[in-house]
């Protein structure tokens, strides 16, 4: 099967202006992350997948693309991102990048072309205009923003968006095409067909210079009005089953993971996977605990991993079951944390908190995406600036997810030599904040353990992406088989929890700390959590 390797991955995140600045500038940059390969290879993971590498203005931290075929020079250039690919496949480390599919910067010479025109392009529009605004009005994705966009140029009318502003969405067409609207293209006219072809050969373009595949921002965003009794996207889909069928051929190793869950429309899967958000509701029932503010469209509930213990797991189990309920096999990533909105430690979760949410994390049966800093704890900071476009929300910045990486306790913590105005956010500011240097020398420290998650599922195939995940109690503590050889158990509270389990005689506790084991149950301090092999 094309992409089988997925299953078996663990992916690392690095938001790259924010791991490892090799020039000085105060901004993270790839021959930065080529001289933290040691550190990124001795996590056990397998795939980086790196946030937007692509030039841009920048307006969106690089989700506003003005050359999909050009690395950001504030990165680097074309040559260095071969050279990760390169050096990180010698450790047998697969890179994934982001590609923003459904919309480009402003700046972006196909838009600067439309908006400088008298009137639609002869080839077709590469973006969705309108001389008279129609009668309804369309959505932004930024609550209490409009969807149309004046025109700042010569062209006369407005341009539809996705996000903000400066990130005019790119035409795929629509599925109703009325006489009152004629600014509305079917999906196969030429416009949409443009586009349709152009992904094409962004991801042939980077495929064949090593890439091992992309995770797709806003991917089913493409056809506006395509919506059916199953939230649809049909004919969004439709565009990526027709790529995935090319990949299978042109690239048949190459992986396409969206963000977010693929819808089911019953023609077949454009996707490879699926991927639980930091921001959607499986993720958001087990981790948000309101420390880096409140999403606006997520539920108010208390995070099953909370120290208090009021939580459940009922909302990730039933978007497990639905996610696997068409192919038990389809992989599903959930990661520690995203660029999005929080961390893993976001207050008020203690440090000594994370060892049960990691050990969840590296062997429910998900993909793990652990993003870079929670294999030391990082911290998520409040109280941070707007830097290029994080308050999207007045009720959250992600500015607090993305701040530098603490590699040590030298300036910086060894994330710069800039002068510490001149960094890309600030770094932690508390003296006991932790460092990968540090915690390199405490055997009982976060990153340790990370390590021994990831060495624990490499060797042990019922702890990875392909055993069945049966859950035991999906209370306090959170107890679950993977298989029919390993029991894990999980206490996110800081009161002890007991569970009654058959099978236990002569389990043997491979990994965890707070676990006592009888016969026919189990007992978990606070925050405890273990991995048994059953006899």
């Known amino acids: 099967m094309a992409g089988d390797w997925l299953r078996d991955a663990i ?3 690095i938001y790259p202006q924010s791991f490892a600045d090799s020039d000085g500038d105060g901004i993270g940059d790839l021959r930065g992350v080529i001289e933290r390969l040691d550190h990124i290879e001795s996590l056990g993971v397998d795939t980086i997948w790196f946030n937007p590498c692509f030039a841009s203005p920048f307006v969106d931290a690089g989700y506003d693309v003005s050359d999909y075929l050009q690395v950001a020079p504030r990165y680097g250039t074309n040559d260095d991102l071969v050279e990760l690919v390169d050096r990180a496949r010698e450790r047998g480390i697969r890179v994934l990048l982001d590609l923003v599919a459904g919309h480009t910067s402003i700046e972006h010479p196909w838009f600067q072309a439309e908006l400088h025109a008298d009137g639609p392009s002869p080839d077709g529009d590469r973006y969705v205009w309108c001389e008279e605004l129609p009668a309804w009005e369309w959505d932004s994705t930024v609550p209490g923003t409009p969807g149309w966009v004046p025109s700042p140029g010569p062209r006369p009318g407005w341009y539809l968006k996705n996000f903000y502003d400066e990130q005019p969405a790119l035409n795929f067409g629509w599925t109703a095409t009325p006489e009152g609207e004629p600014w509305r ?6 416009g949409p067909t443009r586009n349709k072809e152009m992904l094409r050969e962004v991801l042939d373009f980077w495929l064949s210079k090593g890439v ?3 995770r797709v921002d806003m991917a089913f965003s493409l056809v506006k009005d395509d919506r059916g009794k199953n939230a649809g996207t049909v004919a969004t889909t439709q565009i990526w089953r027709d790529l995935r069928a090319w990949l299978a051929s042109a690239h048949p190793d190459a992986v396409l993971i969206p963000e977010g869950k ?3 429309t019953g023609l077949g899967a454009g996707f490879d996977a699926d991927f639980f958000l930091v921001i959607h509701a499986e993720h958001a029932s087990l981790f948000d605990n309101k420390g880096a503010g409140v999403l606006p469209f997520q539920r108010t509930g208390e995070a099953f991993f909370h120290a208090d ?6 909302t990730f189990l039933d978007g497990w079951a639905a996610a696997k309920a068409d192919d038990p096999a389809r ?5 520690s944390a995203d660029h999005d909105f929080s961390r893993l430690r976001t207050d008020p979760r203690a440090p000594e908190e994370l060892g049960a949410a990691l050990t969840f994390l590296f062997t429910w049966g998900t993909v793990p995406s652990l993003y870079y800093g929670d294999e030391i704890g990082m911290r998520y900071l409040p109280g941070l600036p707007d830097v290029e476009g994080s308050i999207c929300n007045p009720g959250y910045n992600r500015s607090g997810c993305r701040t530098p990486m603490q590699w040590d306790d030298s300036p910086n913590a060894g994330f710069s030599t800039a002068a510490p105005e001149d960094l890309y956010l600030p770094i932690d500011p508390v003296p006991d904040r932790p460092t990968v240097s540090a915690q390199e020398q405490d055997p009982g420290s976060t990153l340790h353990l990370v390590r021994r998650l990831a060495a624990l599922r490499r060797s042990t195939p019922a702890l990875g992406g392909r055993a069945p995940t049966t859950v035991l109690h999906e209370g306090y503590p959170f107890t679950w088989r993977r298989g029919d050889s390993h029991v894990v158990v999980v206490n996110p509270r800081r009161e002890p929890a007991e569970v009654d389990v058959d099978g236990l005689a002569g389990a043997r506790l491979l990994l965890g700390q707070g676990v006592d084991v009888a016969a026919g ?15």
């Open 11 to 13: 992916v690392y995140e």
């Open 262 to 264: 693929e819808p089911r």
């Open 331 to 335: 992989p599903v990533l959930l990661g």
């Open 212 to 214: 091992a595949g992309f």
């Open 521 to 535: 149950s189990l007992r978990v301090d606070g925050f405890g959590y273990g991995v048994l092999e059953l006899a």
């Open 185 to 190: 293209d079917g999906v196969d006219d030429p």
């Open 309 to 314: 213990g009021r939580g459940t797991t009922r």
